[in-house]
């Protein structure tokens, strides 16, 4: 069970173009949404929070208006990275959580991750 | 703020070696600790977890113990294997921040034959 799925896994854009990522929980119920940038042998960064039906919160630095974050569904987030240039080539990784406080932890469970390279 | 600190990477060791990643972190209150692994060109996968003083959170020969005198959460395993080789991440989650997560900054484990 819990399991995150990503679509696509891997898109390449070109310069100024938009693209769409899809984070799916596929057996459970997710109430909260994460968004992670991943730059090469670095930590994650989280971008964003997203609650279903609610506007994300984005952590301090990131462009709201350039990283699209749409939490429709208690089962879909999407990420949509506006204008696309090359310094937002990355791995975009989404976890969801169910909100539910068990065994003492929040948990979250990690989608496979989308490798974005814009051209 | 929360914060987490990790030995750097990479890591060699042999087929069958013992290993330690030290991990230490900086929160208010108690929080949640977790390590995750993230195998080649995949996501993170929750490796191991505990939740209070003194826990000890084990999976697949891995094994890490919260240790609140010390804020520590060192990752050992007696003798790794070659498919052991991975990306490691320790993480804590706040009490008071809900259900974010706070992230070291990698170690790599590469283990050899």
């Known amino acids: 069970g819990a399991v995150v799925s990503q679509h696509p896994s891997r898109v390449i854009c070109k310069s100024g173009t938009s693209v769409k990522i899809e984070c799916r929980s596929l057996?459970?119920?997710?109430?909260?949404m994460f968004w992670y940038r991943q730059f090469p042998k670095q930590s994650l960064m989280l971008m964003a929070t997203?609650?279903?039906?609610?506007?994300?919160?984005?952590e301090q630095g990131v462009e709201k208006d350039k990283f699209l974050i749409n939490h429709a569904s208690l089962t879909l987030s999407t990420l949509t990275v506006t204008s696309a240039h090359p310094e937002d080539s990355s791995f975009y990784i989404c976890?969801?959580?169910?909100?539910?406080?068990?065994?003492?932890?929040?948990?979250?469970?990690f989608g496979p991750g989308t490798r974005l390279t814009v051209t | 703020g929360n914060s987490v600190t990790q030995m750097e990477g990479p890591v060699t060791l042999s087929e069958e070696a013992f290993l330690t990643i030290n991990c230490t972190y900086t929160a208010t209150g108690y929080p949640s600790l977790f390590w995750y692994v993230q195998y080649p060109g995949e996501g993170l996968q929750l490796l191991l977890k505990a939740t209070k003083a003194d826990d000890k959170g084990s999976n697949k020969g891995f094994e890490a113990t919260y240790r609140k005198e010390t804020t520590s959460f060192h990752l050992e395993k007696g003798s790794v294997q070659v498919s052991d080789s991975a990306v490691y991440f320790c993480?804590?989650?706040?009490?008071?921040?809900?259900?974010?997560?706070?992230f070291g900054t990698g170690t790599q484990l590469k283990v050899e034959l």
């Open positions: 997203s609650n279903e039906g609610s506007k994300a919160t984005y």
């Open positions: 057996d459970f119920q997710a109430t909260t």
């Open positions: 993480a804590l989650s706040g009490r008071g921040g809900g259900n974010k997560l706070t």
């Open positions: 976890s969801a959580s169910t909100g539910q406080f068990l065994d003492d932890s929040y948990e979250q469970y």
